[in-house]
């Protein structure tokens, strides 16, 4: 079993950064862990953010390239979100994720189906 619970989520604005975090207690050491985001009421489009595997290789939809990293601290139990240059479009419910087994090309799909552990999210919202 693996629990997760997300924090640092705010109003920020465009053009402003955020980290958010996700606290992560059970089992620690999953292969993959990722962020998701969608808006409310819309389950079925829940979006890949970002994953990063164990050994430490991180992945990003390229919605937020060069602007988000994904980090672990070293005893993972910490999975961190650094969000820069917000746009609008990035508001949203942000999800943590783990999947404990894993293998990494699932892992570079950032695919939410991969995923049976989810947070229960926190929102971002980016005015303009």
């Known amino acids: 079993q693996v629990h997760l619970m997300e924090s640092g989520g705010g109003s920020v604005q465009a053009g402003g950064s955020r980290r958010l975090s996700c606290a992560i207690s059970?089992?620690?050491?999953?292969?993959?862990m990722g962020w998701f985001r969608q808006a409310p009421g819309k389950e079925r489009e829940r979006e890949g953010v970002a994953t990063l595997f164990a050994d430490g290789t991180p992945y990003f939809a390229d919605s937020v390239k060069g602007r988000f990293t994904i980090s672990q601290d070293a005893d993972k139990t910490t999975l961190y979100l650094q969000m820069n240059n917000l746009k609008p479009e990035d508001s949203d419910m942000y999800y943590c994720?783990?999947?404990?087994?894993?293998?990494?090309?699932?892992?570079?799909?950032?695919?939410?189906?991969?995923?049976?552990?989810w947070g229960q999210g926190t929102q971002v919202t980016v005015s303009s």
């Open positions: 994720a783990a999947a404990p087994l894993l293998a990494k090309p699932y892992c570079s799909e950032i695919s939410k189906s991969n995923f049976p552990y």
């Open positions: 059970g089992n620690t050491r999953s292969n993959c």
